[in-house]
């Protein structure tokens, strides 16, 4: 399988401050990279979907002003959490995908105090 | 719009013995993949299978193979000779084939227990 790497695994953050999570794909190039959100024993909820070079698409009940994405190169995306509150506190895992396969990174939780 | 629906919120199986885990799923595209995804404790997503729709033969990892119905829309996972390290949260996941990288359906997930 393919090597991902997402920083930080776990970040704890005051409220109203801004967290940066770096999703790398280390061996291959990501066409297009998947933002999600899992809450405890639940399935993962897609966030948003980026594309290199494009603005990021997010679902709906996502605040694109909240959770700034940027996907500046093949290899490269990252999440923003913008005046963190204790309800974004939740498990964020970033999916950098290709033609049939879709990788996962480790996870990042994400707790504001 | 497709749905994945897993109907077993938890499973249970000895050791060595084996489990099905079910997933159903709807849509009215006919051509797309199928995936079974483990998220153990550390909750890193890790493949399990996959399944082409286009592909009649079910598919098969060493333990872990499909029951691949495309007519009822279900595909089960058959873990055999189960093992402690099994024990997981598996998600059944959708991905249709008409765009180069879709998003992934998931459903809600299935907890196995494993019992020495």
């Known amino acids: 399988g393919a090597v991902v790497s997402q920083h930080p695994s776990r970040v704890i953050c005051k409220s109203g401050t801004s967290v940066k999570i770096e999703c790398r794909s280390l061996d291959f190039q990501a066409t297009t990279m998947f933002w999600y959100r899992q809450f405890p024993k639940k399935s993962l909820m897609l966030m948003a979907t980026s594309n290199e070079g494009s603005k990021a698409t997010y679902e709906q009940g996502v605040e694109k002003d909240k959770f700034l994405i940027n996907h500046a190169s093949l290899t490269l995306s990252t999440l923003t959490v913008t005046s963190a509150h204790p309800e974004d506190s939740s498990f964020y895992i970033c999916?950098?995908?290709?033609?049939?396969?879709?990788?996962f990174g480790q996870g990042t939780r994400l707790t504001v105090v | 719009a497709q749905t994945v629906t897993q109907s077993q919120p938890e499973m249970s199986v000895q050791e060595a013995e084996t489990v099905t885990l079910s997933c159903t799923y709807d849509?009215?595209?006919?051509?797309?993949?199928l995936f079974w995804y483990k998220q153990p404790p550390s909750r890193q997503m890790i493949l399990v299978i996959r399944q082409e729709a286009y592909k009649q033969q079910n598919a098969t990892e060493n333990r872990f193979s499909v029951n691949f119905q495309k007519a009822a829309k279900s595909f089960s996972l058959k873990i055999s000779d189960s093992q402690l390290g099994d024990a997981a949260m598996y998600f059944c996941?959708?991905?249709?084939?008409?765009?180069?990288?879709?998003?992934?359906?998931f459903g809600t997930g299935t907890r196995l227990q494993v019992f020495p």
């Open positions: 849509t009215s595209e006919s051509d797309y993949y």
């Open positions: 996941a959708y991905r249709s084939a008409y765009m180069d990288t879709d998003k992934l359906i």
């Open positions: 999916s950098p995908s290709r033609v049939i396969e879709a990788f």
